[in-house]
């Protein structure tokens, strides 16, 4: 890419300054000569190629030449692009702006107008997305698909195309990253068609989108459509003498396809090819080695792919000249999984600690090897659980978690998600069983305490997922300076870690010390002045059982469940006591669990089955650690599908005496959130609620919601405030009014994305612009002060139940927006049954009731009522239910109230004071 678009502005300089000559020939004939230096030392000399562009920039300057400037800044900045230094493009682009903007109308005279304007588009794009701030890359390369795509096909030149196609790619490959793999196969698709169309003598740029769409399929599991793409690649390299890397990783892809496929023969015909395009002493013949495993694993070949994998690892020893390396921490760590695969724990601990020595000796802070350490780790953590060596796990356990607090702030994106999902979360669950067998063995009170460790730092893994899923990237009182300048410097350190673990170069590290130095600086300073955000990006403490103890109430127990691969583990705590459960989890009660849901959600499912279900799930996953207490308020650290279930919902008897009678519930998504939202206080008890009228025929996925007007005219009844309704309930008005209300009620819709959380949104008043969408990244820009933030209408995006990935993002959005707690819905409930019981909920808060007490007594209420007829069904009550900091509010509306108790007070004293003393 950089030959085409930096020859694009050479020519666009020398048309320009030929038509100069004319004028001033000494000032052409110097920029020509300074250019022709530049270009000498491009991509070899950094400092000198920027010495030539400022001689340039300082002549085009006097010479009121803008053209001539915004070429050499523009070309200057392929020079920053390849050394990385991106404190110079940031520079650039802001001097480039500032000259466009002053020279504007002139501009748009020129006949390179659009290449100018479309190729500082390109610089910015590609300056954002290596930031990771893929909303502004996306924005910048948008915009040169919108400047070129329209244009006559007469107009475009190689160019203008290359600028088009660059975009395209760029954007396909974001979305490869955010893990939306049909959006990135649309944008690759719509490549090569342009390609193909418009140049089709450009074979190499063809064949590479065949090859990268190719690898969008196979992550799709579109094999057959995978296999086509990689062949066509794969044929134009064997043809025309391509790379035998390219030939190398195409092959390797088909072979590992087709072996999906239980094809054999197909598998064994590339890794012929493979053999075929590796020269002697080729440093990738480990692919060709690892590669003939793999069909030897296929065909359970066991001591024949152990061999080929030896030989793997002994051609990677001899590549890094039998110093310690990660590729030879990887190449151990795969003879460990095939020892594991084949049952043989003790040979595959082996190999892991092999694996692990080669850090012993080596810089471990880097990410990429951290990266690798946390994946050893997991797999070492499994195979001592094999053995029953727990004791020596948890020292294993501890060194994982250790490596993943290290990783934490340079998580960045789906990728990283992924990472998280696969690699850390087995390092929790092994951790958790090797702590319940020893304390079924020894009742070593202490192991609680480190299974309750485990279970938190799991929680913010979870939360730390949460925040990558939403995308934010504007947080409230953060100036943005503060976050692009962490964004730069995780950005430089990845890119000079990735070149030392290629290359060691002692002023790479010095470079790479220095620039970790300044990262430091700058973390203390986000931890002193912008605590909150510190704390979700940065902080990695969690809460122990002695300080969650002295914040939980006589009456609290708080069940915290973690939902695991093989069991589900809960941890109960109260003021004074502490014990844990374990519970198999196997198809049946996974099965019962998404069953429960479905008949939730519908008010006409059958009755006797939904309790007879949840009494089920009830006795395996309640009762063992209630039956016991007397407490009577349960606070619920949820987990995987059971956050998807209202444990109210929960039958204690198998037919229809529930949980919630009993009990008051809330929930948490952790209890070190817990304590943080304990420590939170609203602004005041003033209400400001939301109730925006929808149009079926406008918006089919917004339905009207009848009685939401009701509903929320209703709240004032008990609190002081105001209602927004109808063209009034707008997100304008949310943005300059929320901050000054601590109870905030939206009877709207809620939508919850579980696949792609960053799209779970709130509905405002539409309007013409589609602007009435506040997308859960915005609420990490709020700034308020809330006591309690209703949600009355939520509603799940999707069918299929994954981990609460859509409200768990909303919820910790809103948390750092300010909230301190959420009335919320799991499903879209009844709008009739939804006035009643939010009626009821405010009218128990205004007398003082805890959230969670308020909103158990209007459930409670309403069960009687209707204790005979179809809306006891669960449906129309259980899925309402309140997270976070659920202490009482005071209601402003009965201050007269109280002041009218204390004047009684006061005369009843008075009088009997006037007594004693006559009695005197």
């Not at 339905?703 to 063209?727: R, V």
């Not at 108790?901 to 008075?910: A, F, Q, S």
Request: net charge neutral; aromatic share 12%; with cysteine.
């Amino acid at each position: 890419m950089k030959t085409p678009l930096l020859l694009l502005l050479i020519i666009c300089f020398k048309s320009h300054v030929f038509s100069q000559n004319k004028t001033d020939s000494l000032y052409s004939n110097a920029i020509t000569e300074f250019y022709g230096k530049a270009y000498q030392h491009l991509y070899t000399q950094e400092d000198s190629a920027y010495y030539y562009f400022n001689k340039i920039n300082s002549m085009a300057i006097k010479h009121g030449d803008f053209e001539s400037l915004i070429s050499s800044i523009s070309a200057s900045n392929k020079t920053a692009g390849h050394f990385y230094n991106l404190e110079r493009m940031k520079t650039n682009l802001e001097r480039l702006d500032s000259i466009v903007l002053k020279n504007d109308s002139e501009l748009k005279k020129t006949e390179n107008y659009l290449i100018y304007i479309n190729s500082i588009w390109l610089d910015k794009g590609l300056y954002y997305f290596r930031l990771n701030d893929y909303d502004k890359s996306r924005k910048a390369f948008q915009a040169i698909i919108t400047s070129i795509e329209t244009l006559d096909s007469r107009k475009l030149n190689i160019y203008l195309i290359d600028l088009l196609t660059s975009a395209y790619s760029f954007i396909a490959k974001m979305y490869v990253n955010d893990g939306k793999y049909n959006l990135a196969k649309d944008y690759y698709t719509k490549n090569i068609h342009f390609l193909e169309s418009n140049k089709a003598d450009d074979i190499v740029k063809i064949n590479r989108t065949y090859s990268l769409l190719a690898e969008v399929l196979k992550n799709q599991k579109q094999l057959d459509s995978s296999n086509s793409y990689f062949k066509k690649s794969l044929k134009y390299n064997l043809v025309n003498n391509g790379s035998s890397s390219s030939i190398v990783t195409e092959a390797n892809h088909l072979l590992e396809n087709y072996l999906n496929q239980s094809q054999i023969d197909s598998a064994n015909y590339y890794l012929n090819i493979i053999k075929k395009n590796l020269p002697d002493k080729h440093p990738r013949w480990n692919v060709y080695y690892e590669a003939k495993a793999k069909i030897h694993i296929a065909t359970g070949a066991y001591e024949m792919a152990e061999e080929e994998l030896q030989i793997a690892l002994d051609l990677i020893k001899q590549k890094w000249k039998n110093q310690p390396h990660n590729d030879v921490a990887e190449a151990y760590n795969n003879i460990g999984l095939l020892h594991a695969k084949f049952k043989n724990p003790t040979k595959a601990l082996e190999n892991y600690n092999l694996a692990l020595q080669q850090f012993s000796e080596i810089n471990n802070s880097s990410t990429i090897n951290q990266t690798v350490v946390l994946k050893i780790l997991k797999n070492k953590a499994l195979a001592l659980n094999s053995l029953k060596l727990y004791s020596e796990n948890l020292i294993t356990i501890d060194q994982a978690l250790e490596t993943l607090d290290q990783l934490k702030p340079t998580f960045k994106s789906n990728t990283d998600k992924l990472f998280l999902m696969e690699e850390a979360f087995p390092v929790f669950e092994s951790g958790l069983e090797a702590v319940y067998n020893l304390y079924q063995e020894t009742k070593q009170d202490s192991l609680l305490d480190k299974a309750f460790y485990y279970s938190e730092k799991s929680k913010s893994v979870l939360l730390l997922e949460a925040i990558l899923s939403t995308k934010a990237t504007k947080f409230a009182n953060i100036p943005k300076d503060i976050i692009e300048k962490e964004q730069l410097l995780k950005s430089k350190i990845n890119h000079l870690e990735k070149q030392i673990n290629h290359t060691k170069n002692q002023a790479l590290e010095d470079r790479l010390f220095d620039v970790k130095n300044n990262y430091r600086e700058l973390i203390t300073t986000i931890e002193n002045r912008y605590k909150t955000y510190y704390d979700l990006k940065y902080n990695s403490k969690v809460i122990n059982i002695k300080e969650l103890q002295t914040l939980l109430d006589t009456k609290d127990a708080l069940l915290s469940y973690f939902y695991g691969n093989h069991h589900i583990y809960t941890i109960t705590i109260t003021k004074k006591s502490k014990h844990i459960t374990r519970c198999k989890l196997n198809n049946d009660l996974e099965n019962n669990i998404v069953s429960l849901y479905k008949l939730l959600n519908n008010p006409k499912s059958n009755l006797e089955e939904l309790n007879s279900k949840s009494f089920y799930l009830y006795t395996k996953l309640v009762a063992p650690n209630i039956d016991n207490l007397s407490h009577k308020n349960l606070i619920i650290v949820t987990d995987g599908l059971l956050n998807y279930i209202p444990f109210s919902s929960f039958s204690t008897n198998g037919r229809a005496k529930y949980v919630i009678e009993n009990h008051a519930i809330s929930y948490v998504n952790s209890a070190t959130l817990f304590k943080q939202l304990s420590e939170k206080e609203g602004i005041n008890n003033k209400v400001l609620a939301f109730a925006p009228s929808f149009d079926a025929s406008i918006n089919a996925n917004l339905m009207p919601l009848p009685n939401n007007q009701t509903e929320a005219e209703d709240i004032l009844n008990y609190f002081s405030g105001k209602t927004l309704t109808n063209t009034q309930a707008t997100l304008q008005n949310f943005n300059t009014e929320s901050e000054h209300y601590g109870l905030l009620h939206f009877a709207t819709h809620a939508i919850l994305n579980d696949e792609t959380p960053e799209y779970s949104y709130l509905a405002f008043q539409p309007n013409n612009t589609n602007s009435n969408l506040l997308y859960v990244s915005d609420l990490y820009n709020l700034n308020l002060n809330t006591n309690l933030v209703t949600l009355s209408a939520c509603e799940s995006g999707i069918g299929n139940l994954k981990r609460g990935e859509g409200f768990l993002s909303l919820a910790r959005g809103f948390y750092f927006g300010g909230a301190s707690s959420i009335s919320s819905t799991l499903w879209k409930i009844n709008d009739g049954s939804t006035l009643k019981i939010m009626d009821a909920f405010y009218k128990n808060l205004s007398e003082g009731n805890s959230k969670s007490l308020a909103l158990q007594q209007a459930q409670v209420s309403f069960l009687n009522e209707n204790s005979q007829n179809a809306l006891v069904h669960p449906y129309y009550w259980s899925g309402f239910i309140i997270s976070g900091n659920t202490s009482a509010i005071a209601t402003t509306n009965n201050w007269l109230w109280y002041v009218a108790i204390g004047v009684v007070l006061l005369l009843i004293i008075g009088l009997l004071v006037k007594k004693n003393q006559k009695s005197s």
